[in-house]
């Protein structure tokens, strides 16, 4: 498996594109508790490269794509620093496997890749949210050994959320 970054400010391949569409709108049952579509049943190509977008307009961020022999399998965001100052670690803000190889280990593989990339960065730790309407997100990242710090909402849409943090050492 490789991560490869998503360049900023550079306009999405259309056969890209596709593929990005096609792994968010694999995931209907994240997209209908998330809010992050307006319709979780017909998600446009426009709607993920607006979102993309977004996220790339911050500076810290950083989106990048998971493939396996060759296919997208999924996107991850990344943030090296949270917007709060007294937050030292930076964030994993969206991990996204295609639907269609959900129980594959690749959400496993791409969360490893990450934390090597993090902690070869020198970064010690790693944070994350997960919404609380989300019992199958939240079982597998403790899985992984990330344990709950505590509770907030979402800094977007003030979605009630547990944060999580695994140390990197």
């Not at 056969?15 to 209908?32: C, D, G, K, V, W």
């Not at 996204?96 to 990450?114: E, N, P, S, T, Y």
């Not at 944070?127 to 990242?141: H, I, S, T």
Request: hydrophobic share 45%.
């Amino acid at each position: 498996m490789i991560l490869e970054p998503l360049s900023p400010g550079l306009d999405i391949p259309a056969p890209l594109l596709t593929e990005l569409t096609a792994l968010y709108a694999s995931n209907r049952e994240f997209q209908a508790l998330s809010g992050d579509f307006p319709d979780p049943d017909d998600i446009r190509p426009e709607q993920v490269a607006a979102a993309l977008a977004d996220e790339l307009a911050h500076p810290d961020a950083q989106v990048l794509l998971a493939r396996s022999e060759g296919r997208l399998v999924g996107v991850v965001i990344t943030l090296a620093r949270h917007p709060d100052p007294a937050d030292p670690d930076p964030w994993i803000g969206l991990l996204m496997v295609d639907a269609g190889v959900h129980g594959q280990g690749h959400g496993r593989r791409i969360a490893g890749l990450v934390e090597d990339r993090l902690r070869a960065a020198g970064r010690g730790a790693v944070r994350l949210a997960v919404l609380d309407a989300n019992p199958k997100g939240f079982a597998f990242w403790t899985s992984l050994g990330y344990e709950v710090i505590g509770h907030r909402p979402d800094r977007e849409l003030g979605r009630p959320c547990a944060v999580l943090r695994k140390a990197l050492t």
